[in-house]
């Protein structure tokens, strides 16, 4: 009875009592959170009604040729008469509108593929909806790549383009774990189309195909006709021919497709070639940043026109500290009969300068860069420094961009160079 007193005669210190254990405080977060939990199924579950009434949805991953396989079924699609929407991650992150317009994707922060979901509702939401959705998968650890697929796009079409040796931190050590890796796109009765034709990783594919009961449709580069190559001089025959498989599933004229990407747009960046002054030195910029594994390196390298004897070559290579391991399976394509010196940034920069000291090259011909991103005067100064202790009659330097294109190193020397003049090699060089 005494307790019932104190209860009725004191409320105010009983309500302090409360607050000062946190009990109010405690109470209001939990019926935040679960607002916030509510607020997001109910936007979740509104988005997948509308995405699952999207008769063509794509979901686009391997190791080279995303973006621009993007960029062609987009194009083959709207020509055809769909009203397509694309969503690209590579070199440049855009959106392409149906109307074939394109709009850089806009980050704040670190990637996530959470953009996938608002880009989507962004653009199921337009007065005349889409009725095809294209998206390169951003996701690289499988976990992602799985979630992606099975609850974000939900896709009918599965497109593994190749398998590189690439992110072997996240998708394996060798081409058939990291086949595997890309497989967790795979959906239940899904179309699969794949370029990948090598027996280790078309095996991995294939068993995830036969467990999801999908149907696997495997495309060469061959499989183009060359008067159809002709026609379409800015998409990979690779790319072309996974194309071609999608829209002859769904029923579109091979001559409406081929017309599509013969108006292609370009991805922007890939492999472009600018001139500017680089101080009293006339410097030439490649980027060749979106190229993500050694072996694509090692060809572009190789078929490059390269520049005469008097020209200074100097690759810029920038890696990162989350991925060690393709900074240095790159070291092979560093080779002095590619390059006269290199400056290397991000990470492991020290460790692959020790490497490639211990194969053989010159400590004076490597250059270290950990502060080149925050000014262009710097940037300028160590490209003059290190082409002037190469030849110190040099009048002319050419910069190869070479590994991450996103990275703040990359983006200084980019950003430098698209102040000059674009321009086209071979014929560039006189």
Known sequence: MTGVCLLALEPVAWGQDLASRGAISAAASVAYVA?????????????????????????????????????????????????????????AAVEIRPDGTERPTRRFGRPSVLEILRRMDAALGAPVPPDALIFECMAVQPALIRMVAGEMVDPDVVVITNVQ??????????????????????????????????????????????????????????????????????????????????????????????????????????????????????????????????????????????????????????????????????????????????????????RVRRDLIDHG??????????HLARSQTVWNRRIQDLTQRIRPAAERVLIVSIENEHDGIADRGREFFHGGERIHLPTGWS
């Open 35 to 91: 607002a916030a939990v509510t607020a997001w199924w109910w936007w979740n579950r509104r988005l997948r009604r509308r995405r699952d009434r999207v008769p063509v949805r794509v979901l686009v991953t391997g190791s080279r040729g995303k973006s621009s396989t993007v960029r062609a079924l987009h194009a083959a699609l709207r020509t055809a008469g769909y009203r397509p929407y694309a969503k690209t991650t590579g070199t």
């Open 165 to 350: 040796v690439d992110h072997l931190e996240d998708e394996g050590s060798d081409p058939t774990e990291i086949a595997a890796s890309l497989a967790e796109a795979v959906t239940p009765r899904s179309l699969v189309v794949t370029g990948e034709t090598t027996p280790g990783p078309l095996g991995a594919i294939e068993l995830a195909t036969t467990a999801a009961d999908a149907k696997l449709q495997i495309v060469h580069p061959d499989d183009i006709e060359t008067g159809l190559s002709f026609r379409m001089p800015f998409v990979h025959p690779q790319n072309a021919a996974i194309t071609l498989a999608i829209t002859r599933a769904l029923g579109v004229e091979d001559d409406d497709a081929v017309h599509g990407m013969a108006e292609v747009s370009r991805e922007p960046g890939e492999q472009e070639v600018w001139r500017r002054a680089v101080g009293d030195l006339q410097g030439t910029y490649v980027d060749l940043g979106a190229i993500n594994d050694p072996d694509s390196l090692l060809a572009a390298l190789r078929t490059f026109p390269w520049p005469p004897e008097d020209v200074v070559r100097i690759g810029l290579v920038v890696g990162r500290w989350d991925r060690p391991l393709r900074s240095l399976s790159f070291l092979g394509c560093l080779r002095p009969r590619f390059f006269d010196g290199l400056v290397l940034g991000g990470g492991p920069d020290r």
């Open 361 to 370: 090259w010159d400590p004076g011909r490597i250059a270290t860069a950990a």
